[in-house]
């Protein structure tokens, strides 16, 4: 029970048939595979790197350079994009090499409206921390 000033939260006030999420076993699978941890509980970041992804495939949608530009913010990645055509895009990325593989995977996904055939990496400058 989380007390705050005494008082229980409006959540745990809030009859419903449904059990709390801490309470069900997927929590502590969530728990266990460090779901939901901040990246400085994880433990250190190995490296830092600037790549420059390829990204191959039907790439004709305008929403897509936004949404590259977008995720990679949210990822809190340095990036530019240097290239952009209907068939090819080159970013260039800089950041924590665990944050540009969660780029990549995203991009790999992509907006409904792209179909993204490959991703090609290429390592510019890397350092280990």
Same mark, same amino acid.
């Given at each position: 029970?989380?007390?705050?000033?005494?008082?229980? *939260?409006?959540?745990?006030?809030t009859? %419903?048939?449904?059990?709390?999420?801490?309470?069900?076993? =997927?929590?502590?699978?969530f #728990? !266990?595979?460090?779901?939901?941890?901040?990246?400085?509980?994880?433990?250190?970041?190995? *490296?830092?790197?600037?790549?420059?992804? %390829?990204?191959?495939?039907?790439?004709?949608?305008?929403? =897509?350079?936004?949404?590259? #530009? !977008?995720?990679?913010?949210?990822?809190?990645?340095?990036?530019?994009?240097?290239?952009? *055509?209907?068939?090819?895009?080159e970013?260039?990325?800089?950041?924590?090499?665990?944050?540009?593989?969660?780029?990549?995977?995203?991009?790999?996904?992509?907006?409904i409206?792209?179909?993204?055939?490959?991703?090609?990496?290429?390592?510019?400058?890397?350092?280990?921390?």
């Open positions: 029970m989380n007390i705050v000033d005494g008082r229980r *939260s409006f959540a745990e006030q009859p %419903t048939a449904y059990p709390r999420f801490d309470d069900t076993p =997927f929590a502590s699978s #728990r !266990r595979y460090g779901v939901g941890k901040t990246r400085a509980s994880m433990g250190p970041v190995t *490296s830092h790197l600037q790549e420059r992804m %390829t990204i191959i495939g039907d790439l004709r949608a305008a929403s =897509f350079i936004p949404w590259i #530009r !977008r995720h990679a913010a949210k990822l809190g990645l340095s990036h530019s994009i240097s290239h952009a *055509s209907s068939m090819r895009i970013l260039e990325l800089s950041g924590p090499e665990e944050l540009i593989d969660m780029m990549e995977v995203g991009c790999s996904l992509g907006p409206d792209v179909w993204v055939e490959s991703i090609e990496r290429t390592v510019m400058i890397g350092e280990t921390a």
